[in-house]
């Protein structure tokens, strides 16, 4: 029996988690939100719920969900290739975040 070379941990694990991970559009946006955004946004706002296409993503503070709301269009740019197009009806910007965490 031939040995076979270690494998890293990381690469197994994200395979299991991709394959049972939820096959929602929520679930789609979560996963790639802080890619489409970066970091600093993603640090302060995060999907949290979807309706009929509709994303709504909470914000630590109401001035947060303004910028946001400001840019929606950019951001939707960003995620349509990442959760395919046309899957994403809109965005929808709270102040709740505190509650969601």
């Known amino acids: ?5 270690p494998r890293r941990l990381g690469d197994s694990l994200s395979r299991v988690i991709a394959d049972q991970a939820p096959k929602t559009l929520l679930a789609d946006v979560q996963r790639v939100w802080a890619e489409a955004c970066g970091e600093a946004i993603a640090a302060a706002a995060e ?3 979807e309706r009929r296409g509709r994303v709504t993503i909470a914000c630590e503070s109401g001035a ?6 400001l ?3 950019t951001l939707l740019a960003r995620l349509e290739p990442l959760v395919g197009e046309n899957r994403i ?5 709270t102040a709740d975040l505190s509650r969601h965490r």
């Open 71 to 73: 840019i929606s269009g």
């Open 89 to 93: 009806t809109g965005l929808r910007f």
């Open 47 to 49: 999907p949290v719920s």
């Open 64 to 69: 947060w969900a303004q910028e946001l709301e």
């Open 1 to 5: 029996m031939a040995e076979r070379d």
